[in-house]
């Protein structure tokens, strides 16, 4: 596949789409010159519940090839797992099972994709769970998630999320030792959350986990503030982010994350492209 200036590979997220047809927003976003998606399973969006799955997730991969799109999964859908409590349950509640299931689930659709990656993050601690019983329950779960995605070829991206139990890079080399570090397990890194609380800059964040990276999001932040903004309107000089996953030599899909702007997602996505494109022509220069 072709990248753009700087050899790297822009994708966007269709939880960015969420009130187009997956159909639609994949063609959108390939018809704008993106050359990867990353997909956010949800109702309306490849539902891994839904009762026609294996049909959907054929049509899906077609659609995928025939526009010779990447795709990663991810998995942060809202209320897809339970109607009441957002993002509900996660590794860390007593249910905590559900969530193990929908991402098995996740790994065999994206195996079935030829996904480059399958995307999850940790949760945010339920207040009546300690410390120690959450973090028992995370290593053991996400060990379950990464045996099922070693055995399908697909690598699990574990995200750092602001607030959630492992939020900074930190967290996930933490985890990473406690899983014994597992080939399959590998960093899905979010460029906005490493300007909002990482404490070295955001191009040495990315030299510091280069190898270890499968997914990369991109958005625009400021300090302190878990907002995904557009280019442009945060704080991140992005063409040293940009030389900096270059240079550390990952080939994986850099996929616009913002996911509260589906109200103007063919322009803010055309926007977004436009953006990367001329920070690219800088790292060339």
């Known amino acids: 596949m072709t990248g753009h200036g700087s050899g790297l590979r822009f994708g966007y997220g269709t939880n960015g789409f969420a009130n187009h047809r997956l159909a639609d927003a994949i063609a959108v976003i390939a018809d ?13 969006h ?3 519940f839904s009762p026609g799955l294996a049909r959907e997730v054929a049509r899906t991969a077609d659609l995928l090839r025939d526009r010779d ?22 590794f860390l509640h007593d249910d905590r099972a559900v969530r193990v299931d929908f991402l098995r689930r996740a790994v065999a659709i994206g195996a079935d994709l030829g996904a480059e990656a399958v995307s999850c993050w940790a949760g945010v ?15 053991a779960g996400v060990a379950d998630v ?20 492992v939020e900074n890079i930190a967290g996930w080399k933490r985890l990473r030792a406690a899983l ?8 899905t890194l979010d460029i906005g959350h490493c300007r909002c609380l990482e404490p ?50 990952y080939r994986g899909l850099v996929a616009v994350e913002l996911p509260r702007h589906s109200h103007a997602a063919p322009d803010v996505a055309r926007r977004s492209l436009h953006f990367l494109q001329a ?7």
């Open 180 to 187: 014994g570090e597992p080939a399959a397990f590998g960093l």
């Open 125 to 139: 601690r339920p207040s009546d769970v300690d410390d120690a019983t959450a973090w028992c329950r995370l290593v």
């Open 46 to 48: 490849l539902d891994p």
């Open 200 to 249: 070295v800059g955001v191009p040495e964040c990315v030299a510091d986990v280069a190898e270890h990276l499968v997914n990369v999001q991109i958005d625009d932040m400021v300090r302190g503030v878990h907002e995904h903004l557009e280019f442009g309107t945060g704080e991140i000089d992005f063409p040293p982010v940009l030389r900096a996953l270059r240079d550390g030599g």
């Open 69 to 90: 799109l990447g795709v990663v999964v991810e998995t942060g859908a809202r209320y897809l797992l339970d109607p009441w409590r957002k993002h509900a349950p996660t």
């Open 279 to 285: 920070a690219s022509q800088e790292v060339t220069q």
């Open 146 to 165: 990464v045996a099922a995605a070693d055995g399908r070829g697909v690598p699990i991206g574990f995200e750092p999320e602001p607030g959630m139990l």
């Open 32 to 44: 704008l010159g993106y050359v990867g998606v990353a997909l956010t399973l949800d109702h309306d």
